[in-house]
């Protein structure tokens, strides 16, 4: 996502389904490319301990 302070953002959020505050986490990145590598990386990560991945808008 564009971020407003001249940036790229990455927002993860996580905790069990139904939860009503699920953890969230921002990452700020300079550029598009490294924000779609961070996202890559944890993508990755979490596919191989098991997870599935969950699109939402």
Do not use: Q
């Not at 990452?27 to 779609?36: I, N, P, S, V």
């Not at 997870?51 to 939402?56: E, K």
Request: glycine share 8%; with cysteine.
């Amino acid at each position: 996502m564009k971020s407003e302070f001249s940036g790229w953002s990455l927002e993860r959020r996580w905790g069990r389904i139904g939860a009503r505050n699920p953890r969230r986490r921002i990452h700020l990145c300079r550029t598009r490319e490294e924000a779609e590598e961070l996202l890559a990386r944890h993508l990755r990560r979490r596919l191989r301990r098991g997870y599935s991945v969950v699109w939402r808008r």
